[in-house]
């Protein structure tokens, strides 16, 4: 007699489940899903919005009270949105049409060295191990330097003055119309200028200074860009003692860690140690 009433409430459980279940669908509520792609468009005003995964695409309809976040979790205002960014889509599938409830925006970034600035093309090459890419300039875009200062860079204008080929960057960029677009350059190394005073060529640094009072020690990274010209094509042995040099630098930790150098630019004649020839990096190693 129990075996019976419990194999009955157990039919009655899973029909009450199915009847639940079917509701649930009925009403819209199916299990949420997330669709990440490059948003195509968004008419706020119709409430639909088109996102590219790779060569397909959805789209969607936003729901009432649709949310807008960025990537850091923080409300973001839908004018925010715009084509070319990444996004997540938070949605309800009902029979088809696919609801949305949540928009989250994330970033997309590429960090290497600069290969090259065009101002006049509007365009910055930045090469990373295993591959190089070209991003095109737009009318304004913000430029990160150390301590978070920060500036606005208008059709490429005034760029070179705080990037330079073999500088390491962070590009944040957007993908409108399939074309790469620097939204933000960030080129947070510090810059010294001085003397170089002695070279360690088995440990990889270098000493900075005036004779034998060396007031700067230097890493060099293991893809430290030492540019000759606009190149970044020079070798460490090449240095010269008695240079004058502009090193990009992090220091992390305490310790100086440089990512590029190159020759000072030029300075008046009448320096007094202006007539001062360098000497080979050779003749003064550690």
């Known amino acids: 007699m129990k075996t019976k009433s419990l194999r009955l409430l157990t039919v009655l459980a899973v029909a009450l489940a199915s009847v639940c279940g079917r509701q649930a669908l009925a009403d819209g509520q199916t299990k949420e ?32 009270n649709c949310a807008f976040k960025s990537s850091d979790n923080e409300s973001a205002p839908v004018a925010d949105f715009r084509p070319g960014q990444k996004i997540d889509v938070t949605y309800r599938d009902a029979s088809g049409v696919f609801i949305a409830s949540k928009l989250t925006r994330e970033q997309m970034v590429y960090s290497g060295k600069v290969e090259k600035i065009d101002a006049a093309k509007r365009t910055i090459t930045v090469h990373q191990r295993g591959g190089t890419k070209k991003f095109n300039l737009p009318e304004a875009c913000t430029l990160v330097l150390a301590g978070d200062r920060r500036s606005t860079v208008e059709n490429g204008k005034g760029l070179l003055e705080n990037v330079k080929p073999g500088n390491r960057v962070t590009i944040v960029y957007e993908v409108p119309d399939a074309k790469l677009v620097a939204r933000q350059i960030d080129q947070t190394s510090k810059t010294y200028i001085g003397k170089l005073a002695a070279v360690d060529l088995a440990d990889n640094r270098i000493t900075t200074g005036e004779g034998a009072k060396h007031d700067k020690e230097f890493h060099l990274t293991e893809d430290c860009a030492i540019m000759n010209a606009d190149k970044a094509e020079g070798r460490l042995k090449e240095l010269r003692v008695g240079q004058k040099y502009e090193l990009s630098y992090d220091e992390i930790n305490g310790v100086n860690v440089v990512n590029r150098i190159a020759v000072a630019p030029a300075e008046s004649p009448n320096r007094a140690d202006a007539s001062r020839e360098p000497s080979p990096v050779g003749l003064t190693q550690y």
């Open 33 to 64: 899903k997330t669709y990440s792609g490059i948003l195509v468009s968004l008419d706020p005003k119709e409430k639909v919005l088109k996102v590219k995964n790779y060569v397909f695409s959805k789209s969607f309809v936003m729901g009432e």
